[in-house]
């Protein structure tokens, strides 16, 4: 059964950092691509990025591009994402998913809180 | 990159069919086969329901069906029941190698 699990949501200051993680099991982590997707309370989904098996290929919404860093490490079947320079409407529930071919996300996570305010 | 573009709600009785819409550009919709939708009940995690335009995820319903003609593509679900109600997104590759998904569609069923 394929597992993701989010961690790392916290209450942060504007232009304050965080570090977001997720967890896999389920599926040989190191043959797909993961992507992060953010929900604002209320609000529609928003894709952030996308990285492919290898680290090779590295995508991000035009919102979050040099602020938000997304990584993986295929040893520890884990996705990350630092996230820079906080901005009150980057508060939303970050979910991370697993990729299928061009953009199918074909499994979620449960997501994490990210809530930026002073 | 610009969100997609669906109806902010639909609704339909039980046993009725509905249509939800999502109208892209020619750099997403009307040029790439890649355009999945997905079911969002509220507190859930979304659901893929269908991807590359047309294909259900095993275990998905066969009242649940996609198609697209130009920018614009469509989700059909027939046979309304209870457990559809829910709110539905679309999403589609784009040229710029990003996804960008539509506004949401709240479906309600009466």
């Known amino acids: 059964e394929v597992q993701l699990v989010e961690s790392g949501g916290d209450l942060v200051q504007p232009g304050g950092s965080l570090r977001l993680s997720c967890a896999a099991s389920?599926?040989?982590?190191?043959?797909?691509?993961m992507h992060w997707v953010r929900q604002a309370p209320g609000k529609g989904l928003d894709w952030v990025s996308e990285?492919?098996?290898?680290?090779?290929?590295?995508n991000y919404a035009d919102s979050v591009k040099g602020r938000f860093t997304i990584s993986r490490d295929n040893a520890k079947n884990s996705l990350y994402l630092v996230m820079n320079s906080l901005r009150a409407d980057d508060t939303a529930l970050y979910y991370c998913?697993?990729?299928?071919?061009?953009?199918?996300?074909?499994?979620w996570g449960q997501g994490t809180l990210v809530t930026v305010s002073s | 990159q610009s969100a997609l573009t669906q109806p902010a709600s639909v609704s339909g009785s039980p046993g009725q069919s509905i249509t939800i819409s999502c109208i892209g550009t020619?750099?997403?919709?009307?040029?790439?086969?890649?355009v999945s939708w997905y079911q969002q009940h509220p507190g859930k995690a979304p659901k893929l329901m269908i991807f590359?335009?047309?294909n259900r995820p095993s275990g998905v319903s066969n009242r649940f069906s996609g198609s697209k003609s130009g920018n614009t593509a469509s989700l059909s679900i027939s046979g309304l029941q209870a457990e559809d109600e829910a709110d539905y997104y679309c999403?589609?590759?784009?040229?710029?190698?990003?996804?960008?998904f539509g506004g949401g569609t709240k479906l309600t069923v009466l």
């Open positions: 998913a697993k990729g299928g071919s061009a953009g199918i996300l074909d499994y």
């Open positions: 389920g599926f040989t982590f190191d043959e797909y691509a």
């Open positions: 590359d335009v047309s």
């Open positions: 990285i492919n098996w290898n680290s090779g290929r590295i």
């Open positions: 999403s589609s590759y784009t040229s710029t190698s990003t996804l960008v």
């Open positions: 020619s750099s997403d919709v009307g040029t790439f086969n890649y």
